[in-house]
């Protein structure tokens, strides 16, 4: 039997060959506590680790050694310490306990009669360097397969059968001349590519026939492949027919080869032929029409999720079936291009294509406020340079313009005198801008001997009426989500609707915002009856207020006062994108302007 010193006078025995350590820095600490294992086990912890039991708690070690103890006993290993035997019998303790084993035996600790040292952090032996845990490898990642969502050309679908369709390709050019399709031959093209006939425009233009005068089968076989492969749904294709190269959007003067060709062979504008001079006037008009109403984000460029939100593509579709394109009114009709162009003449004193601020009050007798003309040559609505450096609009301009002032209930004529009306184009109509604009209608409802409302009791009425979601301040959305935007505007720049609204009762105005069925809009109502009123006074042949004689129809053969260096110019000049002030700023908060 031998003898090792233990720690702080314990005293540690051994027999039979069994080895007790007291290891560096270690300690082990019972208070009390009885220990027993059973014969031929191990007591074994493992390098580094700690081990820690509760009053009657359990506590096992691992490599199938068991550490029990009884019902009141207590083993607390200090701060750091650490217990470690290894197989043969390893004991470690510390503060006077005494620990004996023998082989197969039981290994009994018991409290000595020197008091319980409390073990300390940082033995004189040093610390006992800490191994690393061996990190069990983690299973394999589970991926999981997203499905593609985003389609910017649209969905592809598997029904198409490419090679069928470049075959009918084939066989409707093999009924041509050398196998070449001239502009005339394109109407049967297009049905050969499943597309509606008044594409035929563009697709010769895409293939490059509008340079050479004809295109050949191959040539053409080329361009409507990619455009099968690239392009999945109408919008999709329509917008890579018509746009420059390296071009994902559509900008005014792509539009203007396509438009060209409804003039030159629809059937409704057959009169046009004899008066080239206007083709330019309908043209322009058309092409603001539409980015009037496709191009939600006033950028200037229609995208093909624009196009997909619209019914321009259906309209198009239409042009082949509807022989009178007076019944296209969103886009086409050759009656309102007439009213609104005649209503730019009779402002166009000096016929030079521009007005400015004094032409435009001009309009409907001076119904609107001085302050709202001068916010609309400000530029937040009008587009290009020469507005600031002019002071002048165009005609562009007063399409705009003219659609927005007769029916305001539309989300582009919203936005158009919302951005009038929001001075400091912080997105919101304050109180003080509300007021600014109702000054100017008290002064002249005072003109008139009619006695104005007071702001206050206008304002509780307007802000009644629109029920903005925060108090103080009307937004965008407010005025959209409201059914009578057309009375909010009025009340505060246009004297003429504001006295007609006085004069009919909130719940008819309201009762006439909720009829539903094909119910014709404030637009179509006024240019149905502008149109009437034009035509009557031609047929009449009486003059205009300004003097000028109603010469404007194609129809009548006196069009040789009309013939200028102005009526020559093939197209008007382009609108560039709005200025320093963009829409999307103030977050349109248009529910049909959400990303697909």
């Not at 509760?54 to 050694?65: E, R, V």
């Not at 197969?104 to 690393?132: D, E, I, K, M």
């Not at 950028?299 to 999720?305: L, Q, W």
């Not at 105005?509 to 009123?533: F, N």
Request: charged content about 25%; some cysteine; proline content about 5%.
């Amino acid at each position: 039997m031998r003898h090792t010193p233990g720690l702080q006078g314990s005293r540690v025995t051994t027999t039979q060959g069994a080895h007790a350590t007291s290891t560096q820095g270690a300690h082990a600490t019972t208070q009390g506590a009885h220990v027993t294992t059973t014969q031929g086990s191990h007591v074994t912890t493992t390098q580094g680790s700690h081990a820690t039991t509760t009053q009657s708690a359990h506590a096992t070690t691992t490599q199938g050694s068991h550490a029990t103890t009884t019902l009141s006993a207590r083993a607390t290993s200090t701060l750091s310490a650490r217990a470690t035997s290894t197989q043969g019998a390893r004991a470690t303790s510390t503060q006077g306990a005494r620990a004996t084993s023998t082989q197969g035996s039981h290994v009994t600790t018991t409290q000595s009669s020197a008091p319980p040292v409390r073990g300390t952090q940082g033995a004189p032996f040093g610390p006992l360097p800490v191994q690393a845990k061996k990190e069990e490898p983690l299973p394999p990642a589970t991926s999981q397969s997203i499905p593609t969502f985003y389609f910017p050309r649209g969905r592809p679908k598997d029904t198409v059968n490419i090679d069928a369709v470049i075959t009918k390709i084939e066989r409707t050019f093999a009924q041509f001349p050398h196998e070449r399709a001239r502009m005339e031959d394109m109407g049967r093209v297009a049905k050969a590519c499943g597309c509606p006939l008044y594409w035929k425009g563009p697709l010769f233009c895409s293939a490059g026939g509008e340079r050479t005068g004809s295109i050949s089968v191959h040539k053409f076989v080329a361009m409507w492949r990619k455009i099968l492969q690239n392009c999945h749904d109408e919008a999709a294709k329509f917008v890579h027919l018509l746009m420059n190269p390296g071009c994902n959007y559509l900008v005014q003067d792509d539009f203007i080869p396509f438009l060209q060709d409804v003039v030159n062979t629809h059937p409704g504008l057959a009169f046009l032929k004899e008066a080239s001079e206007f083709h330019s006037r309908y043209i322009t008009t058309v092409i603001q029409r539409i980015f009037y109403t496709v191009n939600r984000s006033w950028s200037g460029r229609i995208t093909c999720a624009e196009l997909r939100r619209s019914t321009f593509l259906q309209n198009v579709a239409l042009l082949e079936e509807e022989a009178d394109i007076n019944q296209l009114t969103e886009y086409f009709s050759y009656e309102h291009f007439y009213v609104i162009y005649c209503k730019f003449w009779e402002l166009d004193t000096d016929h030079d294509l521009l007005i400015d601020s004094q032409d435009l009050a001009r309009h409907n007798d001076h119904a609107i406020s001085t302050k709202m003309i001068e916010r609309i040559f400000s530029g937040a609505v009008t587009r290009g340079r020469k507005v600031q450096k002019e002071g002048k609009i165009s005609y562009a301009d007063f399409v705009w313009f003219l659609i927005s002032e007769e029916d305001k209930r539309t989300p582009t004529s919203i936005e158009y005198w919302f951005r009038c009306m929001d001075l400091d184009g912080d997105g919101a109509l304050s109180m003080f801008e509300l007021e600014y604009f109702y000054e100017e209608q008290c002064r002249r409802l005072d003109s008139m001997a009619i006695e104005a409302l007071p702001f206050e009791d206008c304002l509780c009425q307007m802000l009644d009426l629109v029920k903005p979601q925060n108090e103080g301040k009307i937004t965008l959305r407010d005025l959209k989500k409201c059914k009578l935007a057309n009375v909010f505007f009025d009340t505060f720049f246009n004297i003429e609707k504001y006295l007609d609204h006085e004069q009919k009762e909130q719940v008819s105005l309201l009762r006439e915002s909720e009829s539903e069925g094909p119910e014709l809009s404030d637009w179509e109502k006024y240019a149905a009856e502008e149109y009437d009123i034009l035509v009557a006074e031609e047929a009449a042949g009486e003059p205009w207020e300004d003097g000028y004689e109603a010469e404007l129809s194609p129809v009548d053969q006196k069009l040789s006062s009309l013939r200028s260096p102005l009526a020559q110019r093939p197209f008007f000049e382009a609108p560039s994108s709005l200025g320093t002030v963009e829409l999307y700023e103030y977050a349109c908060e248009d529910e049909d302007l959400q990303p697909s």
